[in-house]
Nanobody, 118 residues
Framework: QVQLVESGGGLVQAGGSLRLSCAAS????????MGWFRQAPGKEREFVAS?????YIINYAKGRFTISRDNAKNMVYLEMKSLKPEDTAVYYC??????????????WGQGTQVTVSA
């Protein structure tokens, strides 16, 4: 099994920055793609970014968000800059063989709240 735990969320002003972290466990972690999704109240869950075990990246917030991973530490990160109120959501870490906007990962973390004030 793969277990994921997110951290780093909080309350920031528009234009501020946050760094989300996801700690992963599992013997096959280095071979799994990792991704970030988010869900705001009343909205559908949406894809943010993902990174494969070969470091292939899909990023829907290029220029503001950066995804990275550290296999030695079993960690994946989401560096968020120039935050906007519409970025307010619960952010979830996810993992599977493939993580893309059109796939549904098998493993999920509990989520971390990000709130951006105007």
């Amino acid at each position: 099994q793969v277990q994921l735990v997110e951290s780093g969320g909080g309350l920031v002003q528009a234009g501020g920055s946050l760094r989300l972290s996801c700690a992963a466990s599992g013997r096959t972690f280095s071979n799994y793609a990792m991704g970030w999704f988010r869900q705001a109240p009343g909205k559908e869950r949406e894809f943010v970014a993902s990174i494969s075990w070969t470091d292939y990246i899909i990023n829907y917030a290029k220029g503001r968000f950066t995804i990275s991973r550290d296999n030695a530490k079993n960690m994946v990160y989401l560096e968020m800059k120039s935050l906007k109120p519409e970025d307010t959501a619960v952010y979830y870490c996810a993992a599977d063989r493939v993580v893309t906007p059109s796939s549904q990962p098998r493993y999920w973390g509990q989520g971390t709240q990000v709130t951006v004030s105007a």
